[in-house]
Structure formats: C-alpha cells, structure tokens
C-alpha cells in the first residue's frame, strides 16, 4: 500500500512537471525538495525536471535577481 502511494504520488509530480513551464516546474521541486537544490549537481537536477543545464542556470539567475529585489 504505501509503494502504491509512492507511486502514484511521483507519477503525479512528473505529469506536473510535463504540463508546466520550466520556471514552474523548478518552483514546485524547490517546494517539495527544499534542501536538495544544494546538495546536487544542477545537471541533475535539469535532468529530472526535464530541462537543460543552461535553462535551469538562467531560471536560478532569475529567481536570485528576483529575490534580491
């Protein structure tokens, strides 16, 4: 029972991950995934959320500009 929810739980995060835009998508694994951001590699993580390693370097300049604001 708890494997099923898994399951299903990361089969709805991907489906997420597929009908959002970049920016959202990496907002939602910062969310969810708070302390991995630091402790992976971003190529990884680009990887997961199905981006590119540029695009996900563009996205945290983003955010860090938008933050310092």
Known sequence: ?????????????????????ALQSYRDFLRIYPTVAQRVEAQHIASYLGITRHSLSRIRKKLSTKNKS
């Open 1 to 21: 029972r708890i494997s099923q929810e898994g399951l299903l739980y990361n089969i709805k995060f991907h489906r997420r991950l597929i009908m959002q835009d």
